[in-house]
């Protein structure tokens, strides 16, 4: 599904991602973990698509193909979904108007038929009710005024919609509650399926405790610097970071 | 939400450079020589068969207009305008009001099908009922001369007077005499009072006391002359108890040379009465160089003359090269209401020096202005408002909000309020916003699968939603539409 090799990456004359090497099979869910200010966020975005990066090395190949030339709105509609970590506020724009546009548009480049109206309130309904996000919310302008665990949920309430290949979860716990924490588990846990892949980059072994992954990578200044099982991310929360952050350096 | 939709289809199908209505219909006109003097305003006042206080009228606003000069205080900047270069009268040739739409010239009505005019309004020019209850009466003002009138038996029905101003010069001399000028008087301002001495037609519209006007009437301007100077005079009266809503829309075809536009519209509500009075314009802007396009002199002003009366304002503004437009309410009845709401968007090298004024003359008057600039491109966006409160005006209460949403680093928002009260109690409360649509905001969109255009339009109607929620239904998509599509090319 995914495989990076060797990406670097930067900003301006900083350089963030310094040869990344990651391959995320189809079907597999793994984790990325990593001190503050490693790369996680970056590497999210340069693998869907924002501008502002230079590339200076490397490749991403997503479905056997080259993906660095193709604008975010058609990786979106070949199936790459980012939840963010700050979701962004639209003012005016009611949840449901941008979740039918969104929806539509990756439909419309895809070459399916648009969904009506009742079709899509019918999709939504059933996704929303999952992830506690209620109708009220729904009407309201997307994530303005929202909490930081209602914009959360309204990000894998999109995920579950848009139904990606590949879904890059950046901190998508950090600000939930024990319960909200449970809800956006079992909502991603639910979209976990032999055709999907995800990323889930997080600082904390209580949300793989509810996600398991199949791999944990753990990235230290723009690398990928160890992977291994499960047990991996309880032995950084045992130890933190300390041996990888020196590795790297 | 279906709105919004179909925005997103608009913007995706139109093509860049091209201004969508960017086209000339070749109907013959029957004109007035060039340049402006004494004999063409008599020439015009006898074109329309005007009676002789109708003339005497038109000769002293043009004497006076010729002791004025032009205002300089607006943010708006263009080579200086040779009136004597212009043309001050051009009509169809056939100017006997036809009988039906068959006798309605066949270019004409494929005009209105190019210019895009909502299906509903096609329909009536059809004769066939609309699938909504709610109906649309259109006079079209087609190259300074009203066309056709539709639904006139209906409205005749409920008493309301709906016609060409010339018509009601002729038919309704006493009402006209009595409010014409009573709002915006001749002496008003330099293109006022132009206007005032050479108008070529407009829209009359009077509705008797207690009378709900049975539909909303609407009126298609279009500039379709070379070098025509458009002067169109617009008078609404609403009696006591009265209500009216009225919508202006407009395109015009891609010129070269600039194109003058000084239009007065002049709105009197009586006790109780109330007007709403709604405007989406778009008229040729210039081209991707900032060559071309109208230069749009607007005065606009409503009279709350009677007590509790109410007097609304909405325009959407995305077109014209220059926009010089104040609409106004005086509120000088007791409790009267004035409100302005509204849209204006620029692009490429469009000015927009636009806002309002409400004069609190009367007791416990209230107003409220809602103004939202959107600059793209290297256009500049003005809004310039005036609240004030008479030394009587006591309770008199305000509330302004203006917006301003910057697209690019090229283009300007500038908010400039004046504030006068003389009354102690008086109270008005100022808002003010600048943002910027943000990398991050329209990244969020993007990684959601919209294009950087179908973005552009989702967080701009988001950012107008409120006004364009008191456009009456029907054009609300349009309008939205027009927002869109003047925003295209401002980002990627
Ligand atoms: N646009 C930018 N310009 C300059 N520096 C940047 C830019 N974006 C990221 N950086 C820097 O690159 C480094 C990596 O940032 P990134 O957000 O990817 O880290 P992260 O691993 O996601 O951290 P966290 O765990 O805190 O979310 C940081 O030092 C950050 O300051
Ligand atoms: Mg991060």
Known sequence: MLEIRNLHASVGDRQILRGVDLVVPTGEVHAIMGPNGSGKSTLSYVLSGRDGYDITEGEILFDGKEIIDMPAEERAAAGIFLAFQYPLEIPGVATMTFLKAALNAQRKARGEAELTTPDFMRRVKVAAEKLNVTQEMLRRPLNVGFSGGEKKRNEILQMALLEPKLAILDETDSGLDIDALRVVSDGVNALRSPNRSMLVITHYQRLLDHIVPDVVHVMSAGRIVRSGGPELALELEANGYAGYVEAAA | MPAVQETIDQVSLIDVDQYKYGFVT?????????????????????????????????????????????PKWARVHYPKIDFDDL????????????????????????????????????????????????????????????????????????????????????EYPEIVKKYLGSVVP????????????????????????????????????????????????????????AYVSYLEGCTAPMRDENQLHAAVVELVALDDAEIKYSTVQNWYPGDKDGKGGIYNFVTKRGDCR???????????????????????????????QGEFYSIAVSNGYQQVDSGTKMIHLGKRTKSRIISKGIAAGRS?????????????????????????????????????????????????????????????????????????????????????????????????????????????????
């Open chain 2, 26 to 70: 070749d109907i013959e006109s029957d004109r007035a020589p060039k340049g402006l003097s004494e004999d063409i305003v008599r020439f015009i006042s006898a074109k329309k068969n005007e009676p002789e206080w109708m003339l005497e009228w038109r000769l002293e606003a043009y004497r006076r207009w010729l002791t004025m000069t032009e």
């Open chain 2, 380 to 492: 500049d966006n003005t809004y310039r408002g005036l609240v004030s409160a008479h030394r009587k005006a006591s309770g008199a209460r305000n509330f302004t909000n203006c917006d301003s949403l910057l697209i690019g680093d090229k283009c300007g928002a500038h908010t400039v309020p004046y504030i006068e009260s003389k009354n102690a109690s008086a109270v008005f409360e100022h808002e003010a916003t600048t943002s910027k649509i943000a990398d991050d905001q329209l990244f969020y969109c993007l990684q959601r699968g919209l294009s950087s255009e179908e973005a552009v339009a989702l967080i701009v109607n988001g950012f107008v939603k409120d006004v364009i929620q008191q456009l009456p239904m029907e054009f609300a998509v349009e309008a939205q539409k027009l927002i869109s599509i003047s925003l295209e090319g401002s980002v990627g």
């Open chain 2, 186 to 241: 001749t002496t008003d301002n330099y293109y006022a009072t132009l206007n005032s001495a050479v108008f070529s037609d407009g829209s009359f519209v009077y509705i008797p006391e207690g009378v709900r006007c049975p539909m909303e009437l609407s009126t298609y301007f279009r500039i379709n002359e070379r070098n025509t100077g458009q002067f169109e005079r617009t008078l609404i009266i609403a009696e006591k108890g």
């Open chain 2, 87 to 170: 043309y001050y009268y051009s009509a169809p040739k056939s100017t006997k009001g036809p009988k039906s739409l068959d006798e309605v010239d066949p270019e004409l009505l494929a005009t209105y099908e190019k210019l895009g005019i909502p299906l509903r309004e096609r329909e009536i020019l059809a004769g066939v009922e609309g699938a909504s209850d709610r109906r649309v009466a259109v006079d079209a003002v087609f190259d300074s001369v009203s066309v056709v009138t539709t639904f006139k038996e209906e409205l005749k029905k409920a008493g309301v007077i709906f016609c060409a101003i010339s018509e009601a010069i002729r």
């Open chain 2, 306 to 336: 009677g007590d509790r009366s109410k007097i609304s304002w909405t325009q959407v503004e995305t077109g014209s090269a220059i926009t010089w437009k104040y609409p106004s309410c005086i509120l000088r009845g007791d409790d009267s």
